[in-house]
């Protein structure tokens, strides 16, 4: 699906963002577009491509290569627009994701979390996209806080387009996961810089459960969505549970300290995640390693027969990280173990 394609990634310098970048450049597309508003990081990516040249009076240029980098804001709709002439296919990892920053600034996160989605999706009509992919999260799933109310209205944004396209060829679907373990911004880098300085790991609640996974499994199945949708739907990928204590454990035995300073719930905050509400799995199939959560508009028939024998429909009930089975602690380490080492976090 990708060989040959002109593709677009709306947050590309993030951490998903990133990792997808590094998947679709194995699968030779025509051109991977980075779209962020971080000069510094797409600096460095470009140095990390090796596709900085310098010319003849020796300032550094970006050279030509199968990848472009956009300077721009997803909220900026013009911008967008410019970035998406002649794409195939977007990827829309851009957001507001940092639960009191939402709180604190509601409507910036609406603009970046809906206004900001309404405007990939105008763009990608505009361009004829076959295409387009939206991240979203499990604090989507009964809303408790303003981010995860942004997202909710992301997706429903996204489920909505594909039925009001008209003519258009261009097929929306969106991601629904959890925690992705060493992104930026989340907690287990923040637990890592705390104890290389030997300082408190600050913990919410130790019996806080989250759904997590690496970025490399959210990547794989980002593609998959991609590749596998009929359009409309919201994948709800399934990911194992984790006590939020277990993670600071892990994570003090790896740096063999043992300091915990309990700092109780931020503004927002739930004790558990949903990723499905009991409502949405009374209309969605279940897939091998997630869930299509069928849109109200369409034909239920149309899914089923494009899925065919790959699915099967889900249970009705909440899929939710405190009725989820969850990790004891030994699994727990280990995965937290394998991924700074392969970050190459030195103990």
Same mark, same amino acid.
């Given at each position: 699906m990708f060989t040959g394609e002109k593709i677009l990634i709306i947050g590309g310098t993030g951490t998903v963002g990133k990792t997808l970048f590094y998947s679709l450049l194995k699968k030779n597309p025509e051109v991977i577009r980075l779209f962020s508003r971080d000069e510094h990081k797409q600096f460095i990516m470009e140095n990390e491509l090796g596709i900085i040249? #310098?010319?003849? +009076?020796?300032?550094? &240029?970006? #050279?030509?290569?199968?990848?472009?980098?956009? &300077? /721009?804001?997803?909220?900026?709709?013009?911008?967008v627009q410019r970035a998406m002439e002649g794409i195939d296919i977007?990827? *829309?990892?851009?957001?507001?994701?940092?639960?009191?920053?939402?709180?604190?600034?509601?409507?910036?996160?609406?603009?970046?979390?809906?206004?900001?989605?309404? *405007?990939?999706?105008?763009?990608?009509?505009?361009?004829?996209?076959?295409?387009?992919?939206?991240?979203?999260?499990?604090?989507?799933?009964? $809303?408790? *806080?303003?981010?995860?109310?942004?997202?909710?209205?992301?997706?429903?944004?996204?489920?909505?387009?594909?039925?009001?396209?008209?003519?258009?060829?261009?097929?929306?679907? #969106?991601?629904?996961? /959890?925690? &992705?373990?060493? +992104?930026? /911004?989340?907690?287990?880098?923040?637990?890592?810089?705390?104890?290389?300085?030997?300082?408190?790991?600050?913990?919410?609640? $130790?019996?806080?459960?989250?759904?997590?996974?690496?970025?490399?499994?959210?990547?794989?199945?980002?593609?998959?969505?991609?590749?596998? +949708?009929?359009?409309?739907? &919201?994948?709800?990928?399934?990911?194992?549970?984790?006590r939020m204590g277990d993670v600071a454990k892990s994570v003090m035995e790896y740096f063999d300290y043992n300091l915990l300073k309990v700092i109780g719930k931020r $503004?927002?905050?739930?004790?558990?995640?949903?990723?499905?509400?009991?409502?949405?799995?009374?209309?969605?199939?279940?897939?091998?390693?997630m869930f299509a959560v069928l849109p109200f508009f369409g034909e239920r028939d149309d899914y089923i027969n494009h899925y065919k024998d790959n699915a099967t429909p889900a249970a009705i009930s909440m899929y939710s990280s405190e009725n989820a089975p969850i990790l004891d602690y030994l699994r727990v380490k280990d995965m937290i173990w394998d991924i700074l080492n392969r970050e190459g976090v030195k103990q």
């Open positions: 040249e #310098s010319d003849d +009076s020796g300032h550094e &240029i970006p #050279s030509t290569a199968n990848t472009r980098f956009f &300077i /721009g804001d997803v909220r900026d709709k013009e911008r977007v990827f *829309n990892v851009a957001a507001m994701k940092h639960v009191p920053a939402c709180e604190y600034n509601p409507f910036e996160a609406v603009k970046t979390n809906v206004l900001g989605v309404q *405007n990939v999706i105008e763009a990608a009509l505009k361009a004829d996209a076959k295409t387009v992919v939206y991240t979203s999260t499990d604090k989507a799933a009964s $809303p408790t *806080n303003t981010m995860g109310a942004t997202k909710l209205l992301a997706e429903r944004l996204m489920s909505a387009a594909q039925f009001s396209r008209g003519t258009s060829r261009t097929k929306f679907v #969106s991601v629904r996961f /959890g925690n &992705i373990l060493m +992104s930026r /911004g989340s907690v287990l880098p923040l637990f890592v810089a705390q104890a290389k300085r030997k300082a408190a790991l600050t913990l919410t609640e $130790p019996e806080m459960t989250r759904f997590v996974m690496s970025k490399e499994r959210a990547v794989e199945l980002i593609l998959k969505a991609a590749t596998e +949708s009929l359009g409309g739907e &919201i994948f709800v990928l399934k990911m194992p549970v984790v $503004p927002g905050e739930k004790m558990y995640e949903e990723l499905m509400t009991e409502e949405e799995s009374m209309r969605a199939l279940e897939l091998e390693d």
